[in-house]
């Protein structure tokens, strides 16, 4: 069945530094969309990418489509301390309503 | 707006037995699921709805039951309780379903089968 990696599974950053998640999907997706978890809460919606290579910006925030619309990457430039959390994406399996999650990637600030 | 209210927070089961998890939504979306998230795998889908009167199967729906008599409630129930069904339990809703729109999910329900 249709996979979504997410890799890598952790990172932890020094504050200030950049961090980035992959995403990539095992079959092409129509959309993509980003989710952040933080610790003991439930999923936030961030963000849905529809377009082959569309890349938006939120603030601190970068996230790309790729052009194949089988892989997705999140950026965070400059990480801060309130960035702690789980970062997922998301993808409909073609033809159905279903929704996949990624594994996800779990980011970890030190102050 | 309360948005997914998800009843009970926190529930310990015994192994066999039976319960719903409740989960309403009071922003009248047509598109409601239910996800378990387990360390280390992230969600996944356990039964969706895309209106009332229509639900379907995601990826691990065996020994779980929903079904969806209003546009607001959709409950999802657990037949016999094994303890491989301990999990966090989300459930999502969303306005439409087709090209997608963001989900909105209720603060989960913690449950733990003995």
């Known amino acids: 069945g249709q996979q979504v990696m997410q890799i890598p599974q952790y990172q932890h950053v020094q504050e200030g530094e950049d961090f980035t998640t992959y995403c990539n999907s095992s079959?092409?997706?129509?959309?993509i969309q980003w989710y952040k978890q933080r610790p003991g809460g439930h999923p936030v919606f961030l963000i849905q990418?529809?377009?082959?290579?569309e890349v938006k910006k939120q603030k601190r925030l970068t996230f790309q489509f790729g052009e194949a619309k089988k892989n997705s990457s999140l950026h965070i430039t400059a990480t801060q301390t309130t960035d702690v959390g789980t970062y997922f994406c998301?993808?409909?399996?073609?033809?159905?309503?279903?929704?996949?999650f990624g594994t996800g990637t779990r980011l970890k600030v030190l102050a | 707006n309360a948005g997914v209210t998800q009843t009970p927070k926190f529930q310990v089961l015994k192994t066999g037995q039976s319960m719903t998890l409740q989960c309403a939504q009071d922003?009248?979306?047509?598109?409601m699921s239910w996800y378990r998230q387990d360390p280390g795998m992230g969600l996944r889908l356990i039964h969706y709805?895309?209106?009332?009167?229509?639900?379907d199967q995601g990826e691990v729906p065996n020994g779980y039951n929903v079904s969806r008599s209003t546009t607001e409630d959709f409950p999802l129930r657990l037949l016999s309780a094994a303890p491989s069904q301990t999990s966090v339990y989300f459930c999502?809703?969303?306005?439409?379903?087709?090209?997608?729109?963001?989900?909105?999910f209720g603060d989960g329900t913690r449950l733990s089968i003995l």
């Open positions: 999502a809703s969303s306005y439409k379903t087709g090209l997608g729109q963001p989900q909105h």
């Open positions: 079959t092409t997706l129509s959309n």
């Open positions: 990418l529809v377009k082959s290579g």
């Open positions: 998301a993808g409909p399996t073609s033809g159905t309503y279903k929704y996949i």
């Open positions: 922003m009248n979306h047509e598109y």
């Open positions: 709805s895309v209106g009332a009167g229509i639900t």
